[in-house]
């Protein structure tokens, strides 16, 4: 019986993600199906928190009840919802199914219950199956039973998260399973599931941070996710984009100033700190700061005082600052752009982010994410990638990490609706649609005779043969799951060598 396998569940020590997606595996099993999906309710939306049988985007998908009838009707009622298998209502998996990767599902059964957890709305379960009448009576009741097993087992994850992030879990918080609403974050790679641990404890303090990383990274996303999980979360966090700040007028956009304080300042007007106070204030690009304004924010850290421009006494103010750059603050104190003071007391807690291309399979989770909007963006009934789509993601370096994989998504949907002309087809995008360099082992590379590179096109060998070996590992991680072991085999090496390697090229700490 399914109660044998789930029962165990509920006192094993498990991670939460584990027990999910083995709940889905096991409904899965016990009612013969093709996908079994459970989503979570975010913001008029579901966002897939464990799937079997849907392609691996799926997860960083996010259905808008606005434009899902399907979800919509079940999350309406609490009993078992079925829908008749020429039901004319879109399905969210269309296209998306695992063994028919776009394709229509003329024949078609699926079920699915709403969620709760605690009196409160938690999300839904979806079942679908490719052969109608697989979902009959029989099959509702049996669902209907395990209704309170299914609940049972959300409300011990729930349980056990909080109990470990007690000082992090806020009244507004308590529907949803900590741990696994990110705020905007998609991704479960074993990177970023590290950074978000190390930023749940830091954000418990006041402690200075700064978050460093390559453009594109999501550095701003990370910055917000501090703030929501800080006792300062119902205060503001004020973003300043530090870049964009004019030399002449940065000191009163931080700091405030008085009236005749300079020509044009014709009342009094409070600056940055004043609207973050009590709260949170993110500065981005803090490396592009004047050296004049980095002194006063300086003293700003030191003592908790602010002095408008033009003001004789300073302010007391209490703000947390959060910093991000995607320059290297020590090289700009070496060369005497930054202040090395201001350096430090930056730096009390640095958090570097990870580029893109060390995040393994979050690149097709992410682009999930991204075809969903697109396709809501754009009114098309399906969007997915292709199995060498996939492929090409995977491989890719992306110097332009997170914001460069959401421009090639948008422009590749465009492209694709563009060739097809139907918003009503099930819209595939495929390789050549993005736009990005696929190496193709089985292509002949140029040789001398074809085209002689100039000198300074040529590096040592030694480094093109390092960033050959970081390429094949990563794509090997990327495709066992970031599960070292089964990397090495697949790369045909001893798990203790491919350890070495990868610290040497920089791959592992």
């Known amino acids: ?16 993600a584990v027990r999910l997606q083995r709940l889905v595996q096991v409904l899965r099993e016990t009612f013969v199906c093709g996908a079994v999906v459970l989503l979570q309710y975010e913001d008029d939306s579901l966002r ?60 078609h ?9 605690e009196g409160e709305l938690w999300g839904a379960l979806t079942l679908d199956a490719l052969t109608a009448g697989t979902f009959d009576e029989r099959a509702r009741q049996k669902l209907q039973r395990l209704l309170p097993l299914i609940e049972g087992l959300l409300r011990v994850i729930r349980l056990e998260q909080e109990n470990r992030a007690l000082r992090m879990v806020r009244a507004d918080d308590h529907r949803a399973l900590p741990g696994l609403q990110q705020h905007g974050l998609v991704g479960n790679s074993p990177v970023v599931t590290r950074l978000l641990d190390e930023l749940a404890v830091v954000a418990d303090s006041d402690l200075t941070v700064l978050i460093t990383g390559e453009t594109g990274v999501g550095k701003e996303l990370f910055a917000h996710w501090l703030h929501r999980h800080s006792p300062r979360a119902d205060k503001p966090l004020v973003q300043v984009n530090c870049a964009a700040l004019p030399e002449s007028l940065a000191e009163s956009e931080l700091f405030g100033h008085v009236k005749g304080a300079f020509s044009g300042a014709t009342a009094d007007r409070a600056g940055r700190f004043d609207a ?36 004789d006494q300073p302010l007391r103010v209490d703000v947390r600052i959060v910093a991000a750059t995607n320059r290297n603050l020590a090289d700009s ?7 090395a003071d201001l350096y430090h007391r930056l730096s009390v807690y640095p958090v570097p982010v990870p ?3 060390e995040r393994g399979n979050d690149v097709l989770l992410l682009a999930g ?10 009114g098309v009934r399906s969007l997915r990638l292709s199995v060498d789509a996939e492929q090409a993601l995977l491989g890719y370096d992306w110097p332009g990490n997170v914001r460069e994989l959401e421009h090639v998504i948008s422009r590749a949907a465009i492209k694709a609706l563009g060739r097809n002309g139907s918003r009503q087809a099930m819209l595939s995008l495929d390789a050549a649609l993005l736009d990005i360099p696929i190496s193709d082992p089985t292509v002949p590379q140029p040789t001398a005779t074809t085209r002689v590179p100039d000198a300074g096109m040529v590096q040592p060998l030694r480094l093109s043969v390092e960033a050959c070996q970081r390429q094949e590992i990563r794509r090997a991680l990327a495709a066992c799951d970031d599960n070292w072991s089964a990397a090495a ?16 090229l920089g791959l592992k700490a």
């Open 369 to 378: 994410h991204f075809l969903e909007l697109n396709r809501a963006r754009l």
């Open 109 to 117: 059964d699926c079920m699915g219950v709403s969620l709760y957890v």
């Open 355 to 357: 580029p893109l291309r």
């Open 489 to 504: 085999r697949l790369l045909e090496l001893d798990a203790s060598n491919l350890h070495k390697l990868a610290r040497r």
């Open 333 to 339: 104190v070496a060369k005497g752009d930054f202040r």
């Open 1 to 16: 019986m399914i109660e044998d396998f789930l029962l165990p569940d509920l006192v094993a020590e498990l991670p939460a």
């Open 48 to 107: 897939p928190v464990a799937a079997v049988g849907l392609v691996q985007d799926a997860l960083g998908r996010r259905f808008d009840l606005a434009r899902q009838p399907r979800l919509a009707a079940l999350l309406s009622r609490r009993e078992i919802t079925w829908f008749e298998s020429d039901s004319t209502l879109p399905d969210p998996y269309d296209g998306l199914l695992d063994e028919h990767p776009g394709e229509a599902l003329p024949v």
């Open 276 to 311: 973050a106070n009590g709260g949170t204030l993110f500065l981005d690009e803090v490396g592009e700061l004047p050296l004049h304004v980095q002194a006063k924010l300086l003293r700003t850290l030191q003592n908790g005082e602010i002095q408008r421009l033009g003001a």
